[in-house]
Nanobody, 126 residues
Framework: VQLQASGGGMVQAGGSLRLSCTPS????????TAWLRQAPGGEREFVAA????????SYVDSVKGRFTISRDRLKNTMYLQMNSLKPEDTAVYYC????????????????????WGPGTELTVSS
């Protein structure tokens, strides 16, 4: 299974951008998908996740109210709408997936995801 993320780029602080993630095969139908990010010199951290059955979402505190994760079942695509971007959002963003319906306590656990995309880079300038 391959995941393809797109939509990264350069944007000024306060701007918006939308990331997309699509798998090579139909794997999102009942699992859980997420966005994680890794800033230069930092650890890979959880950003947001969505369960495909039911659509429940979860976010890291630092992006709540600014980022929205969503999924389109017809297009089998996951999105991350990022608004009010800050320089500290600068990172490589990775989409990740598992065919499992993760429980809430596992959504933020990067070890819970089985498939990863190569990442798309976001740079937010001040």
């Amino acid at each position: 299974v391959q995941l393809q993320a797109s939509g990264g780029g350069m944007v000024q602080a306060g701007g918006s951008l939308r990331l997309s993630c699509t798998p090579s095969v139909q794997t999102f139908s009942s699992g859980t998908t997420a966005w994680l990010r890794q800033a230069p010199g930092g650890e890979r951290e959880f950003v947001a996740a969505v369960r495909w059955n039911g659509g429940a979402t979860s976010y890291v505190d630092s992006v709540k109210g600014r980022f929205t994760i969503s999924r389109d079942r017809l297009k089998n695509t996951m999105y991350l709408q990022m608004n009010s971007l800050k320089p500290e959002d600068t990172a490589v963003y990775y989409c990740a997936a598992t065919t499992r319906h993760l429980i809430t306590s596992r959504l933020h656990d990067r070890q819970a995801y089985d498939y990863w995309g190569p990442g798309t880079e976001l740079t937010v300038s001040s």
